[in-house]
């Protein structure tokens, strides 16, 4: 039995027992999120295998969490749970998007065969103890922090499996450090090992069990927080994270800076092997290789009255491209530049962006919203040519902000990507959401 999951026994046994005491059930709450998804996509240029073209599914999400309260004494205890059921409305074989029946399903339900199975579910559970304002939890996890961020793009969110401790027993500093075992991608009920791109096949790739993290926001006064992060994957890659957030009142408005800086560098097995090596480009020929990056950003955005007008600039320095947890079956990263469909930070890669969002409440209309966003990189590293791509970005939402369906929401996300990068289809995608959360008690 893993570490983990011995843990994991013990701290429940000691929740059961004592379950009764008053916090455990009086501050316990429960929700049903409900999430109706749809998307598609459409690579207008792909290959003419069978599935690559367009693909399309449609589903109902369920997410049922428990968050249970604390035992009375010095040392708390709890337990917490997420359940999760996606249910197929529509597919098929032409448009599942995995012609081949891999480990990754398609585009949001597993994969029986070429075709998405009818339903996936999955139980997480969670035993906590808390000391103070020191917390312990060992099981499932969401963890988002700049080195590990869960991915929530799709009909049920991404899960991991291991145990993270979070302190705020010190005024104005939170600290964090965990070790995660395992990850349940998005369309996935199983728990696979972790990985990173150029390394991640289903069949063939290399995978590891262990990734440490640790570090912390310090709020140095009320409007401005500086951040330390340290990730490894072991065989793969070692990250370190600087930032800081700022906002700073200007007129009538506000402007929030978020400046990032990630150094990445080998680790293990990736520094020798070319079966953990990763994507970029190493001269001549050379497209994969060892973890070596340094990306810095800036992002700049300024609100007023209900606009929200951005821009940012990132720079990808070094030979690989930036590395982050990456099984190949969606996920997403602590970069400025993690879009829709793209995250912006292949070797070389120079990223501009500009943003502009709206909030209809001030003309009267509270709970809806508009955003879009603009992407542009130069300069990526390929052994035929320096290539370039774009990519918009536009949300459409609302959410009925009173009466009886108040927090209803509904979203629309369409974006575009073009390119000149080797071996890249372009594509189209739109995303429809419905979603729903009831409060069970």
């Not at 390929?382 to 108040?406: H, N, Q």
């Amino acid at each position: 039995m893993k570490k983990s999951n011995l843990a994991l026994a013990v701290v429940t046994a000691v929740v059961a027992q004592q379950a009764g005491a008053a916090g455990f059930l009086e501050d316990s709450k429960a929700n049903l999120k409900l999430r109706n998804f749809y998307i598609n996509q459409d690579n207008r240029d792909g290959i003419t295998a069978k599935n690559n073209n367009y693909q399309a599914e449609w589903g109902q999400g369920f997410q049922l969490d428990f968050t249970s309260g604390y035992t009375q004494g010095l040392v708390g205890f709890g337990v917490d749970a997420i359940g999760m059921l996606g249910v197929k409305l529509d597919s098929s074989t032409a448009k599942h998007g995995n012609p081949t029946g891999n480990n990754y399903g398609g585009i949001v339900f597993p994969s029986d065969g070429d075709h998405a199975v009818d339903d996936f579910s999955s139980l997480g559970l969670t035993a906590k103890a808390k000391i103070s304002k020191t917390e312990l939890k060992l099981g499932t996890l969401q963890p988002k922090n700049p080195v590990i961020v869960t991915n929530d793009g799709r009909l049920l969110p991404q899960t991991w499996q291991g145990g993270q401790i979070t302190s705020a027993d010190i005024t104005d500093l939170t600290l964090v450090s965990g070790q995660i075992e395992q990850v349940k991608g998005r369309n996935s009920s199983n728990n696979e090992n972790l990985s990173i791109g150029g390394a991640n096949n289903p069949i063939t790739g290399r995978f590891s069990n262990k990734f440490m993290y640790a570090g912390g926001d310090y709020k140095l006064t009320k409007d401005l927080t500086l951040q330390y992060y340290y990730g490894n994957l072991e065989d793969f890659y070692k990250q370190h994270f600087l930032g800081l957030v700022h906002n700073w009142s200007i007129g009538p408005g506000v402007l929030k800076s978020d400046i990032r800086y990630f150094n990445s560098k080998d680790d293990g097995a990736n520094s020798h092997d070319p079966a953990y090596f990763t994507t970029g480009f190493y001269g001549g020929k050379v497209t994969k290789g060892k973890v070596d990056n340094n990306l810095y950003s800036g992002l700049f955005l300024y609100t007023l009255a209900g606009h929200t007008f951005g821009g940012g600039y990132q720079v990808s320095n070094g030979d690989s491209d930036f590395p982050w947890l990456n099984q190949g079956d969606g996920s997403s990263n602590g970069t400025i530049t993690d879009m829709q469909i793209q995250k912006f930070g292949r070797a070389g890669e120079k990223t501009w962006q500009a943003r502009y969002a709206y909030d209809f409440a001030t003309v009267g209309l509270p709970g809806a919203t508009a955003g879009i966003v603009y992407l542009k990189g130069d300069d990526i590293d390929t052994p035929t040519t320096s290539a370039s791509e774009w990519e918009r970005d536009l949300t459409l939402a609302y959410v009925v902000p009173a009466g009886t369906l108040k927090g209803f929401g509904v979203m629309w996300k369409n974006a575009m990507w073009r390119n000149n990068i080797p071996g890249q289809n372009q594509q189209d995608e739109n995303r429809v959401i419905l979603s729903y959360t009831l409060a069970l008690f």
